[in-house]
């Protein structure tokens, strides 16, 4: 079992930069691709962007394409998103997850997710 909790979100202006991430513990964590949702106000929560075990596949969004990066460093146990050219349309709490199916569906229990708040 991996467990996994979010962090490096925060308030930002239109245009700018945020980079997320997702410490996991648990030996776990190498043996699954993992991935990046996240839920805005009053929406139900949305696939954002997912990376495979050996970080040499990565899969998007189309809101995500072209201004978001999924990493990760299995040796750190931390998976990444850097995100660019951020819009108010991406405000959200951001969560991390294990991928059961790729690229884009989910096990285990949600974290507490970090929130990304962007301003006009």
């Known amino acids: 079992q991996v467990q996994l909790v979010e962090s490096g979100g925060g308030l930002v202006q239109a245009g700018g930069s945020l980079r997320l991430s997702c410490a996991a513990s648990g030996r776990a964590f190498n043996s699954y691709a993992t991935g990046w949702f996240r839920q805005a106000p009053g929406k139900e929560r949305e696939f954002v962007a997912a990376i495979d075990w050996r970080a040499e596949g990565t899969y998007y969004a189309d809101s995500a394409k072209g201004r978001f990066t999924i990493s990760r460093d299995n040796d750190k146990k931390t998976m990444y998103l850097q995100m660019r050219s951020l819009k108010p349309d991406d405000t959200a709490i951001y969560y991390c997850?294990?991928?059961?199916?790729?690229?884009?569906?989910?096990?285990?229990?949600w974290g507490q997710g970090t929130q990304v708040t962007v301003s006009s």
């Open positions: 997850a294990a991928i059961r199916s790729w690229p884009s569906l989910p096990f285990g229990s």
